[in-house]
């Protein structure tokens, strides 16, 4: 998990921690994490006893040593809601097989409801550009602006503005601000009165906290929507693999092209510049990528950016 804004980061260690029913914590993990989401719901088959309150159980296939604050025994299922793998794998307990009447606590409930039920929000918006022949800075300050004003990271730009570092009035365009009383207040030109009291969404905003805890779990922010009329393009954003090469920020860049055909553009961003991967589904269009290296490399250079590295292949895009 890639958690990079510290006020989320806290947002589920959190809910665990003031969970009304009892919480289980992993003390060791299996060689691979759990993929799971928060408010997802699992089973614990507890395998064995083991010493200082700790049972080795199985959980979604692994085997983890997990501090349990209940008397179970070997045979027993416990039924447990995900919370959090970050800092430490996280459960919160529902009940015991064996006839407890622990409940889950109602913040739990409500997000394991909003996992489950709520809609994706519709985050495909119109063409950042009129035309193709604009200059390529505007289409990334609007990419840039259609990114951080999704609604994904509501919170973190409150948090923002508390400490004086963002406009209100760049707040009200995300969402959530748009379905506020201070803007509606501030639309039909009443007073707002006291600011701290007011709602600053309501329960249109649900589709949202979905997402936020979909993208707290996969650290993979994604984006569809048409760089201008009629081209289409989709762009995901994660922190790169520090095992596979330095660390960064990964980004991939999918297009369908006129002349090229379709496009898959994998850009890592490092201390030193940017390495560029293009797959191209067209045959031949790889060669013509690479005869125009030079544009490219003069391009990033005119934006501030060092090229490290370009390739270019014929084969299959993978979205």
């Excluded at 850009?267 to 125009?292: H, I, Q």
Aim: with cysteine.
């Amino acid at each position: 998990m890639f958690i990079n804004d510290e006020p989320q980061k806290q947002v589920l260690p959190i809910l665990a921690k003031t969970a009304v029913t009892p919480t289980v914590e992993a003390q060791q993990r299996a060689s691979s994490l759990l993929q799971l989401n928060p408010g997802q719901q699992v089973k614990a088959e507890i395998i064995a006893n083991l010493p200082n309150s700790l049972y080795l159980a199985r959980v979604a296939g692994e085997m983890y040593k997990l501090e349990i604050p209940l008397n179970v025994q070997p045979g027993e299922t416990l039924e447990m809601t995900f919370l959090t793998a970050d800092p430490r794998i996280t459960f919160q307990i529902l009940k015991p097989d064996a006839g407890s009447s622990v409940k889950l606590s109602s913040m739990g409930k409500f997000l394991a409801d909003v996992v489950r039920n709520a809609d994706s929000p519709q985050l495909v918006q119109g063409p950042l550009l009129d035309n193709p022949a604009q200059a390529s800075g505007q289409l990334a300050a609007r990419l840039k602006t259609a990114l951080t004003q999704s609604g994904l990271f509501y919170e973190s730009h409150l948090a923002h503005w508390a400490a004086g570092g963002l406009a209100l009035q760049e707040i009200l365009k995300e969402p959530q601000g748009k379905l506020s009383k201070v803007l509606r207040q501030a639309e039909e030109g009443s007073d707002a009165g006291d600011g701290a009291n007011a709602e600053i969404a309501d329960s249109r905003t649900l589709p949202f906290i979905r997402e936020q805890l979909l993208l707290l779990n996969s650290g993979v922010h994604a984006w569809r929507g048409e760089a201008w009329p009629g081209q289409g393009m989709e762009i995901t954003i994660k922190q790169g693999n520090d095992e596979q090469w330095e660390q960064g920020i990964e980004a991939t860049l999918s297009l369908d092209l006129p002349r090229l055909g379709g496009v898959e553009a994998k850009l890592r961003f490092g201390a030193e510049g940017v390495s560029v991967e293009f797959v191209c589904d067209r045959p031949g269009s790889s060669e013509l990528l690479k005869t125009e290296s030079a544009d490219l490399r003069s391009a990033l250079l005119s934006h501030g950016l060092h090229l490290n590295k370009m390739a270019a292949r014929d084969g299959e895009i993978t979205k």
